[in-house]
């Protein structure tokens, strides 16, 4: 167990929808990451926070909106949902920009 | 430019054999660190092994090493002594220092232990 809990587990939705995702960090980890896992892209780094603020931006869409509590919990929003968006979203956390990120299990999203 | 390079899509080893999983990365800067995760079937990311680019041993964890060469960009991960359970996807990844703390990840490649 990495500390890291993310929900839901599985999610499915149709094209169109909206679906947010949860991530709870590793207590004390002030460091939020969200990754993309498809068989076809592999892992994708989407976006970082740190202590609520945003800090690095990666192959993130416009659709996608992400956002860190000051409780240090994080939410990936995903709007207009497409078939393509199926994928596993995984959330990591790290207590600073140095040393391995946790990863929680993962949300696997399946859009019909 | 693709940034890490796991060329074996998959491999096979015997049980109780040692294998290398081969890794190599692409960057300028002089700090960074290099990092192997393995991804059973259930899905999650275990953190195996980190390598600091000034480092000057190689790392070991347990049955894990690093064979890492500074001048080649390569960060291979050998696994002594195969179990059935480290059937896995591996993945190699890199965190440039300048770049804050994100990881980027290569392909993966799919280790298959046969009894």
């Known amino acids: 167990d990495s500390g890291v809990t993310q929900t839901p587990k599985h999610l499915i939705t149709a094209t169109g929808q909206r679906v947010t995702l949860r991530c709870s960090p590793r207590?004390?980890?002030?460091?939020v990451y969200w990754y993309q896992q498809s068989l076809d892209q592999g892992l994708q780094f989407l976006i970082q926070?740190?202590?609520?603020?945003?800090?690095a931006k990666g192959n993130i869409l416009e659709r996608f909106s992400a956002q860190q509590f000051p409780d240090l919990h994080s939410e990936l929003n995903l709007s207009s949902l497409e078939l393509g968006d199926s994928a596993l979203y995984f959330c990591?956390?790290?207590?600073?920009?140095?040393?391995?990120?946790?990863f929680g299990e993962g949300s696997r999203l399946t859009v019909l | 430019a693709q940034k890490i390079t796991q060329t074996q899509p998959g491999m096979f080893v015997q049980e109780k054999e040692a294998v290398t999983l081969d890794c190599t990365y692409d960057?300028?800067?002089?700090?960074?660190?290099l990092f192997w995760y393995k991804q059973p079937s259930s899905g999650e990311m275990i953190f195996l092994i980190y390598?600091?680019?000034?480092?000057?041993q190689n790392a070991t964890e347990g049955r894990y090493s690093l064979n890492f060469q500074k001048a080649r960009k390569s960060a291979n991960l050998v696994i002594s002594a195969s179990q059935l359970g480290d059937s896995a996807m591996y993945f190699c990844?890199?965190?440039?220092?300048?770049?804050?703390?994100?990881?980027?990840f290569g392909q993966g490649t799919e280790l298959s232990v046969k009894p």
């Open positions: 926070y740190y202590n609520g603020e945003e800090r």
């Open positions: 990844a890199m965190r440039e220092l300048n770049q804050g703390g994100k990881l980027i």
């Open positions: 207590s004390g980890d002030l460091s």
């Open positions: 990591a956390s790290s207590p600073r920009n140095t040393g391995e990120l946790f």
């Open positions: 960057t300028s800067d002089q700090s960074y660190g």
């Open positions: 390598q600091g680019s000034y480092d000057e």
